[in-house]
């Protein structure tokens, strides 16, 4: 349940012992340089894509990220990001990676017009309300990744991974015009000995969707790997990391 607690933002933005903007840019420079390294022992000519996790950090932490030079931020809570988008520069690319029920949706895709992705598609309700709100706004098609439940845990979101996870891929593929498939997404568990098994399962679910959809698996992303896992999911084929605390310091 880590992830999904909610906490009461204004509060964490006035306590929070902001990390200065050096070590922010530091801390940002490490991770390049190990995703890279990570990238390189593997053979990938391309380094994974990094998104910074700035959940309950204040926009001016953000911003000292945006002036090192990072384009790419990940939020969790509407409410949040809805906020401190407006706040910060407009070429800033928005993934959303928290839980999205439908009746979020709205407000999400109204507020942050710059979103460039969900990675948290859980469920075709889901898939049909965003296709249709896509659609209503006028907005180009959204980028999606269908989140998959690799661990097991009854606390994780996520689809089960095999027939769930193809039938829904599948559903946004052929019946969602407004949304693209851009990959897949887990979270996988604290426990540092299962996290192999769960990027494997993720990379299984890959080749079955791919498969059945026809499609080749370089176009399909995975989205695996945070603070404590990010070099191990990068040399298992992560293509998009999702690193939170080792940039902005603990969370509060
Ligand atoms: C919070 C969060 C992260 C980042 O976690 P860190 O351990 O701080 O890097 C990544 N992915 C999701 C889905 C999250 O909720």
Same mark, same amino acid.
């Given at each position: ?46 380094? !994974?894509?990094?998104?910074? +996790?700035?959940?309950? /950090?204040? #926009? %001016?932490? =953000? ?97 089960? !991974?095999?027939?769930?996870? +193809?039938?829904?891929? /599948?559903? #946004? %593929?052929? =019946? ?77």
């Amino acid at each position: 349940m880590r992830y999904f607690v909610c906490r009461a933002f204004h509060k964490t933005v006035m306590n929070s012992n902001e990390m200065s903007t050096q070590s922010i840019a530091n801390s940002l420079a490490v991770v390049l340089r190990q995703a890279s390294e990570a990238s390189q022992r593997v053979g990938n000519t391309i380094a !994974p894509r990094l998104v910074a +996790v700035s959940k309950t /950090k204040p #926009v %001016a932490d =953000l911003q000292a990220a945006y002036d090192a030079g990072q384009r790419h931020f990940g939020e969790n809570y509407v409410q949040e990001i809805v906020e401190k988008s407006p706040e910060l520069p407009n070429d800033i690319q928005w993934h959303f990676i928290g839980h999205l029920q439908s009746n979020k949706v709205k407000a999400l895709l109204e507020g942050v017009p710059s979103l460039s992705c969900l990675e948290t598609l859980d469920s075709e309700k889901l898939a049909n309300k965003l296709n249709s709100m896509v659609e209503n706004l006028g907005r180009d098609p959204l980028s999606v990744y269908v989140q998959v439940n690799t661990s097991g845990e009854e606390s994780k979101y996520g689809v089960e !991974p095999g027939e769930d996870c +193809v039938a829904l891929c /599948k559903h #946004v %593929a052929t =019946l969602c015009p407004h949304l693209r498939l851009a990959g897949l997404m887990t979270i996988g568990q604290p426990d540092y000995s299962s996290r192999p098994e769960n990027f494997e399962t993720l990379k299984k679910c890959r080749k079955e969707v791919c498969q059945a959809l026809g499609q080749d698996e370089q176009g399909l992303e995975l989205s695996m790997g945070m603070s404590g896992d990010y070099v191990q999911a990068i040399e298992m084929g992560s293509t998009n990391i999702r690193v939170g605390s080792t940039i902005f310091g603990r969370r509060s």
